[in-house]
């Protein structure tokens, strides 16, 4: 169920036509999900200060009501070491259009893995686990199941997977938290129900999936025209 606060991120973001990441990772948040330490800074000074506390290396953000997708406007830099290499990533972001601060978060490590869901016209809400980052177009290695998702049918996704032997140690490499992504597809699956009628889709791209967690790197919620 929708709290109060996650429905009025909904009705902010409504007129945009999207939920920036910043408030979607807060929405995510509130429903139980795993995401990285972020804040989101409108100045230089109080981004260096949210780094410090967070703890180096960082990834950074731009937020833009008017960029939906950040890498390709040069909106973000990951792996950034000391403060003067966050100093260069802010003056860089400041020039993108409609700049309104930066997102300071966690560096996460692991798996990379891509969850989605699509309202479909016919069948309703559509839930995609995959292999995910940048690579998620070059192998397009992906399972679908129909919400709402049962611990069986996330247990067939991973399953569905041509590379499920990525996430169950290959060739001596750590395995995933099976049992933490299959949380993660659950609780993403209640709260797709939830948002049906009011979302188009959501990427939540890349999920890094390590032995400790799965964890939100980063989100797109696109709402209902």
């Excluded at 990772?25 to 990285?36: H, W």
């Excluded at 290499?85 to 601060?101: C, D, K, M, P, W």
């Excluded at 692991?110 to 995959?130: N, R």
Aim: aromatic residues 6%.
């Amino acid at each position: 169920m929708l709290t109060k606060a996650m429905e009025d991120i909904l009705v902010s973001s409504r007129k945009r036509g999207w939920v920036m990441e910043p408030e979607a990772k807060t929405l995510f948040s509130l429903a139980g999900l795993d995401v990285p330490r972020f804040v989101w800074e409108h100045s230089l000074d109080a981004a260096l200060a949210s780094a410090e506390k967070i703890g180096y290396p960082v990834v950074a953000k731009v937020v833009s009501p008017d960029i939906v997708h950040k890498s390709d406007a040069g909106g973000v830099m990951a792996g950034i070491k000391s403060a003067g290499e966050l100093r260069q990533a802010f003056e860089v972001f400041s020039r993108i259009t409609g700049f309104q601060g930066v997102l300071v978060e966690e560096m996460l490590t692991g798996i990379e893995l891509i969850v989605g869901a699509k309202i479909d016209y016919q069948f309703g809400p559509v839930i995609l686990l995959g292999i995910g980052g940048t690579s998620v177009e070059i192998y397009r290695d992906t399972s679908l199941r129909m919400a709402p998702l049962r611990p069986e049918d996330a247990r067939a996704m991973l399953k569905g997977l041509k590379a499920h032997e990525l996430l169950e140690g290959y060739r001596g490499s750590e395995p995933v938290s099976v049992d933490g992504l299959i949380r993660t597809l659950l609780l993403f699956s209640d709260l797709v129900m939830d948002l049906a009628g009011t979302i188009e889709s959501i990427d939540l791209n890349p999920v890094f999936c390590s032995s400790k967690r799965c964890a939100i790197a980063d989100a797109r919620i696109m709402l209902k025209r």
